[in-house]
Nanobody, 126 residues
């Protein structure tokens, strides 16, 4: 199994920034990619960004391109999500997850992920 712990959420004003972290432990050798998803109240969980563990190739939802940056630190088994120019519509619980295989869907399908963190709340006020 892989255990994931997210941190870095909080309350920020629109236009501000936050950096989320997700630390992985356990059978991390099985991780092929890590992704971030978010879920707002009353909405379905949606893809935000993903990164492949070995090559560092990145993927982004159109809604966050140019504002969010995903990065990983292999030595620390940690993935980061730097969120800039935050908007009120970015308010959601953010989850990180691991995928043990390659994807032809840009790692955007939640059902392809194996392990999930507990989530961290991000609230953007106007």
């Amino acid at each position: 199994q892989v255990q994931l712990v997210e941190s870095g959420g909080g309350l920020v004003q629109a236009g501000g920034s936050l950096r989320l972290s997700c630390a992985a432990s356990g059978r991390t050798f099985s991780v092929f990619a890590m992704g971030w998803f978010r879920q707002a109240p009353g909405k379905e969980r949606e893809f935000v960004s993903a990164i492949t563990w070995s090559s560092g190739r990145t993927y982004y939802a159109d809604s966050v391109k140019g504002r969010f940056t995903i990065a990983r630190d292999n030595a620390k088994n940690t993935v980061y999500l730097q969120m800039n120019s935050l908007k009120t519509e970015d308010t959601a619980v953010y989850y990180c997850a691991t995928d043990s295989g390659s994807s032809i869907y840009g790692y955007a399908r939640a059902r392809d992920y194996d392990y999930w963190g507990q989530g961290t709340q991000v609230t953007v006020s106007s």
